[in-house]
């Protein structure tokens, strides 16, 4: 186990109006729940955690009161929620309990939304495990679940109670979650500093293979949300912009059936929108290579010429943000802000989305 200094990284609280939570960073996530440990506990366990933990989850009797989820987005889908909901029914959850999510977007995704609804709303902890849970998705209290080969379409806001943050999750990610949550750090990087997202992917290499190196990241980048979330909680306004990249990158991962994982995709989501934005002349085309370049370092292999371009149509006509039938955009421009568009699915657009995909690899 990796004895981290968390003097490094103070523990601090999110304003909402829905209920203030906290981030706490800790050694070990056992040690803490055996400490919190009581009668209304429950918990929802990313599938791959409790293999790697089953000792300490079956000795302690956790698994009684526990679903185990095999975290992907098929986990996430509408159907499946009867299930979960009538498992923990099962097992007496109530009222005045909590479950304990210990996986990463998915499990959270799942855990929040079922706590949300569960009794018209009960109390949660997270423990992220995945580095783009615990640098983003971990904080901000959105809840989502898809329906049919929508994503994330259904869905609320419903803070946890705690967030614990034990870096010592992140030992066991695969190069592909690590890449993922790269991806997610990259927006928040882009939108809040580009120098910082400079000297970020400056340790691309480093940080793929030495998780130590990341930790001042992860805390950087959930400051940058905290900052943005406190002023505007439920997306009206300025959190908006952190939709960069992601609605190109949703309708990436949609495509390709999520064999790109998330953070990747929305990692060639902002090179897709910084190609929109240069060919609209809002951004150079120094910037928008010197971005690309760096941005590829993250990209997945997948090339996207082997797709249809007219499924990806169909799918970006569908997003969430969409209005009056334009395509909800954030765009990326040469003063380094970034700003909401409603762009038409004239001829033009649809020559540069193809000529992207023609080049895109
Ligand atoms: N609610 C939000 O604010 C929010 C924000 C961003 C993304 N998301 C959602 O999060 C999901 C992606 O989440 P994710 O990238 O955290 O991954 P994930 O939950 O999909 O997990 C990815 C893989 O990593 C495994 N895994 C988890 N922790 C591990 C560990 N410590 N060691 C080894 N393997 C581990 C899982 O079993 C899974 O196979 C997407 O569905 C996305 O829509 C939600």
Request: positive net charge; contains cysteine.
């Amino acid at each position: 186990m990796l004895m981290v200094d968390l003097l490094m990284f103070r523990n601090f609280q999110i304003k909402s109006s829905l209920s203030n939570y906290s981030v706490i960073f800790i050694e070990d996530f056992k040690k803490n729940i055996i400490k919190e440990k009581s009668d209304k506990q429950y918990f929802i366990i990313d599938r791959k955690i409790y293999n790697l933990n089953k000792n300490f989850f079956d000795k302690n009797k956790i698994i009684h009161k526990s679903i185990i989820i095999k975290a992907d987005e098929n986990a996430k889908s509408f159907e499946n929620f009867a299930k979960y909901a009538n498992t923990l029914i099962k097992l007496k959850i109530d009222k005045n309990s909590e479950i304990n999510l210990i996986g990463g977007g998915v499990t959270q995704d799942i855990g929040a939304f079922l706590s949300s609804i569960l009794f018209r709303g009960i109390k949660y902890n997270f423990y992220p495990t995945t580095l783009l849970a615990q640098c983003d998705s971990c904080i901000g209290s959105k809840t989502s679940i898809n329906i049919n080969s929508y994503k994330n379409l259904i869905g609320n806001f419903w803070p946890p109670k705690k967030v614990y943050i034990d870096f010592n999750f992140l030992f066991s990610l695969d190069i592909s979650a690590k890449k993922s949550g790269i991806g997610e750090m990259c927006h928040y990087f882009l939108y809040s500093n580009i120098d910082l997202f400079n000297r970020f992917m400056g340790d691309y290499d480093k940080i793929l293979i030495n998780t130590q190196l990341i930790h001042k990241y992860i805390y950087k980048s959930l400051l940058i949300k905290k900052n943005v979330i406190q002023i505007d909680e439920f997306d009206n306004g300025e959190r908006k912009k952190f939709n960069y990249g992601h609605t190109f990158g949703h309708a990436i991962e949609a495509l390709t059936n999520y064999k790109i994982n998330h953070g990747q995709a929305i990692t060639m989501g902002m090179d897709f929108a910084n190609y929109i934005s240069y060919n609209y002349k809002k951004l150079s085309i120094e910037k928008y290579e010197t971005t690309r370049a760096l941005l590829k370092k993250n990209f997945s292999k997948h090339n996207l010429q082997n797709y249809s371009l007219k499924k990806y149509i169909s799918i970006l006509k569908k997003d969430k943000k969409n209005k009056d039938g334009k395509l909800g955009c954030i765009l990326f421009c040469e003063n380094e802000k970034m700003y909401l568009t409603y762009q038409k699915f004239d001829k033009n657009f649809i020559k540069l989305v193809q000529n992207y995909f023609l080049f895109s690899k």
